[in-house]
């Protein structure tokens, strides 16, 4: 008669749970012929506590309820979409910090204080996923935080903008959708005729993946311990 032991059956039956999730990896990542990233944390980093000192020191209160990586106010939503011009926020900016002396430069340079900038070897990274993949750039940003950030990469990297790196660019502030709405995935979705059972999405912020994972969207997350070079080799993008 044959005969397993408990121990053993629950090696066995570990080990083919194993084989099994590994082959469901293996099959994910041999699909993906798309990735989307995101841009802050994931190429551009980010540093939410330079940003809530600095508007501190403009005279804001309680800056973590009103900006702060798990959400914001209406405002930065809005300048987020576009629809609040350069003007306008800074304008608001004075109103919630009650100073309406604060000059625009002040108020320019507090907001860039979340900007950290590109570490060296990421835009390597992302020429060659370019050369393999149908690679684009999704971001939540705005007209102040863009002007920064190509400026940035224009002085560190001599590169005019993001669209060397990307066959197609998309920011929120210049097509009037924003992450975590679904219907900013169905736009670049349905642009570029992208299936999303193909395509990989890596972004920094939970909520923004689970809206591309009931698309269905093959998701990552980005994060200090595992980062955009991390992901790229658990998945074997190379």
Known sequence: MWCVKIDELKIL?????????????????????????????????????KLQVAFTQLGIPSTTDIFAHHGQIALFDEFDKGNVSVTEFRDEIRSIAKNEALTDTQIDEAWNALLVGVPE????????????????????????????????????????????????????????????HV?????????????????????????????AKGLGIHTALCTNEEPLEWIVEQWKLF
Do not use: W
């Open 13 to 49: 039956f570990d080990d083919a749970i194993i084989d099994i999730c590994n082959e469901k990896t293996k099959f994910s990542m041999q699909k993906i012929q798309n990735i989307i990233l995101d841009y802050g944390n994931v190429i551009f980093m980010l540093d939410f506590v």
């Open 183 to 211: 219907d900013i995935f169905k736009y670049i979705l349905d642009k570029e005729g992208l299936i999303p059972e193909e395509t990989l999405f890596v972004d920094d912020s939970p909520q923004h993946l689970e809206t």
């Open 121 to 180: 070897g990421k835009h390597d990274t992302l020429l060659r996923l370019k050369e393999k993949y149908r690679t684009f750039l999704l971001s939540n940003n705005n007209a102040i935080h863009y002007d920064y950030c190509m400026k940035h990469i224009q002085d560190y990297y001599g590169v005019r903008d993001n669209s060397v790196f990307f066959e197609e660019t998309y920011y929120s502030h210049q097509i009037g959708l924003r992450k975590p």
